[in-house]
């Protein structure tokens, strides 16, 4: 079975991120499972506190990332740029420098955006902020989901038959990237 850990940079309880995550398991075959993880509970990074027993929650997501054959996330755009929320996550993960858990971790990133642009330009500081931890992202067409607030029915069913097409396409191709690098 392979793992994968999905994270939302969104907080909010009707997150259009987490909705796109919640929704990757349809796309998925049966040999893969995808595992949602909530960043609610991580505190602020504080280097007095990275030492070697790190705060519960920031040692349940270092956990289930070691756990993990890879990781999808999706991300929102704030002010040009990924949530504080996100980057908070990454900055406890991503230590000691160069050796994390996430070095090495095959990655897939995604967004969803009530804007026409679907959140790319935060996939593009996602990106270097994963280069930063030695993550590598999977090489595809960007999977920016434009207008999300239109694109679920009431029971968070991705409704846009092109938009499943390429959602399908990605999911395929990145599961068989992960696939790849754990042989």
């Not at 280097?47 to 349940?60: E, H, M, R, S, W």
């Not at 999706?74 to 996430?102: H, Q």
């Not at 090495?104 to 990133?109: D, E, S």
């Not at 846009?160 to 690098?181: C, H, I, M, P």
Request: hydrophobic share 45%.
């Amino acid at each position: 079975m392979m793992k994968i850990l999905a994270i939302s940079g969104s907080l909010r309880k009707e997150s259009l991120n987490t909705q796109l995550l919640k929704t990757v398991a349809e796309f998925v075959d049966e040999g893969t499972s995808i595992e949602l993880f909530d960043l609610a509970d991580i505190p602020l990074y504080n280097g007095d506190l990275d030492g070697d027993t790190k705060p519960a929650p920031v040692q349940a997501l270092l956990d289930a990332i070691a756990e993990a054959d890879g990781m999808l996330f999706a991300t929102p755009e704030y002010n040009y740029s990924v949530p504080g929320v996100l980057k908070n996550a990454i900055d406890w993960v991503s230590r000691p420098a160069f050796d994390s858990v996430m070095r090495g971790k095959p990655t897939g990133v995604m967004s969803s955006s009530m804007s026409t642009l679907g959140g790319a330009r935060a996939q593009v500081h996602l990106r270097d902020i994963l280069a930063a931890t030695l993550t590598p992202v999977y090489l595809a067409p960007d999977f920016a989901l434009a207008c999300a607030h239109t694109a679920f029915d009431e029971e968070g069913r991705l409704v846009d038959e092109s938009t499943r097409n390429f959602l399908q396409k990605y999911l395929t191709g990145y599961t068989q990237w992960v696939a790849s690098q754990r042989a």
